[in-house]
C-alpha cells in the first residue's frame, strides 16, 4: 500500500542524533496530542483493551520527558472525550480508575520536574473521586513554572464552543458594550490562558480532529504518524517537531517563497 507522504515512518535516528538537529530556537510553543491506538496495541498482543490504556501511560510519560528536556512550554493531551462515555461502562470505569492512580502516583514526578498540571473539559461531570483527586494534584503542582500539561478530560470541541457562546452571552448580559470579536470569544474558551497549539500530533494513523480543539487548531500543523500511541517514544516527538521546523506556516498569506 503506498504511503501518504504526511504520514510519518518510524525514525531510523537515535533520540541524540534527533535532539541535535533540532533548532531549539524555533520549537513550537504549545504541542497537542490525540493520543490513538492503545486498544488495538492490546489486540495484537491478545490482551484486554485496559492493558493498552495502562501501556498508553509509559508513552505519556515519554511524551512529558521529551518536551521537559526541550523546554517546550505547553503540552495538551487528550485524554478521555465527550464521546468515550459511549465505551462499555467497565473500560470507562478502568480508564478512571488509571487515572487516578496516574494523579496519585506521580504528583511526586511531575514536582520534580516543575511541572504544572491544567485541566480542560466539562470536570464537574466526572465522578466525584476522580474530580477531587484533580483538585488535589491541580493545587499541589500549582506553584511550579516548568512544562504546563494540560489534560483534556470529558473534553469535547463542540461542548466546549457552546460553553463559551453561553458563558459569553451571560457575560454580555451585564455588559452590553463587550466586543463580538476573536479575542473576547478566546476568553471565554477553556484553553483562555493557553496559546493555540502550534503542533497536534496524532498516533496510529487515523486523519482526524475528532473534536480536538477546533477552533485553537485553526492553524496548527498535523503531525500523524501510524505508531500506536502505547508505542509512542521521544524519539517521535522529537521526530514530530523536526517535520514541523521544515513546515513553512502562512496563516493563509503568501509565506516567504511566494511574497
Ligand atoms: C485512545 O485509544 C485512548 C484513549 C481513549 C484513552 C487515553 C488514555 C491513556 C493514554 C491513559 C490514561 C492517560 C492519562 C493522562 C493518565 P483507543 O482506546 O481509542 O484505541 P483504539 O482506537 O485502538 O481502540
Known amino acids: 500500500m503506498p504511503v501518504s507522504p504526511r504520514l510519518t515512518v518510524k525514525s531510523q535516528l537515535s533520540e541524540e542524533q534527533l535532539l541535535a538537529h533540532i533548532d531549539l530556537?524555533?520549537?513550537p510553543q504549545h504541542i497537542a496530542i490525540i493520543m490513538d491506538g492503545n486498544g488495538r496495541w492490546a489486540r495484537r498482543r491478545h490482551l484486554p483493551r485496559i492493558a493498552g490504556h495502562?501501556?498508553?501511560i509509559r508513552a505519556v510519560r515519554q511524551a512529558i520527558e521529551a518536551c521537559a528536556r526541550l523546554g517546550v512550554p505547553y503540552l495538551t493531551l487528550y485524554a478521555f472525550s465527550v464521546e468515550n462515555w459511549k465505551r462499555p461502562h467497565a473500560e470507562v470505569e478502568l480508564l478512571m480508575g488509571l487515572l487516578r492512580e496516574y494523579l496519585?502516583?506521580?504528583?511526586?514526578?511531575l514536582n520534580r520536574q516543575r511541572i504544572r498540571l491544567g485541566v480542560i473539559g466539562r470536570i464537574g461531570e466526572l465522578p466525584l473521586p476522580v474530580q477531587r483527586d484533580l483538585q488535589t494534584a491541580l493545587?499541589?503542582?500549582?506553584?511550579?513554572?516548568?512544562l504546563r500539561l494540560t489534560l483534556a478530560l470529558n473534553y469535547g470541541s463542540r461542548a466546549e464552543l457552546l460553553?463559551?457562546?453561553r458563558s459569553l452571552l451571560e457575560e454580555r448580559a451585564g455588559n452590553g458594550s463587550l466586543p463580538l470579536d476573536e479575542?473576547?470569544?478566546?476568553?471565554?474558551?477553556?484553553?483562555?490562558?493557553?496559546p493555540d497549539p502550534d503542533l497536534v500530533v496524532r498516533t496510529s494513523g487515523e486523519m482526524r480532529l475528532s473534536n480536538f480543539l477546533l477552533w485553537q487548531a485553526a492553524?496548527?500543523?498535523?503531525w500523524i504518524t501510524n505508531?500506536?500511541?502505547?508505542?509512542?517514544t521521544q524519539c517521535d516527538l522529537f521526530q514530530a517537531i523536526l517535520d514541523y521546523q521544515k513546515r513553512e506556516r502562512r496563516y493563509g498569506g503568501l509565506g516567504m517563497a511566494r511574497s
Open 219 to 222: 492553524y496548527a500543523e498535523l
Open 163 to 165: 460553553d463559551a457562546v
Open 54 to 56: 495502562r501501556a498508553g
Open 183 to 194: 479575542e473576547t470569544f478566546r476568553q471565554h474558551l477553556y484553553t483562555r490562558d493557553l
Open 104 to 109: 496519585k502516583k506521580e504528583i511526586a514526578e
Open 139 to 146: 493545587e499541589k503542582t500549582r506553584r511550579n513554572t516548568g
Open 227 to 232: 505508531t500506536l500511541w502505547p508505542d509512542f
Open 25 to 27: 530556537a524555533a520549537l
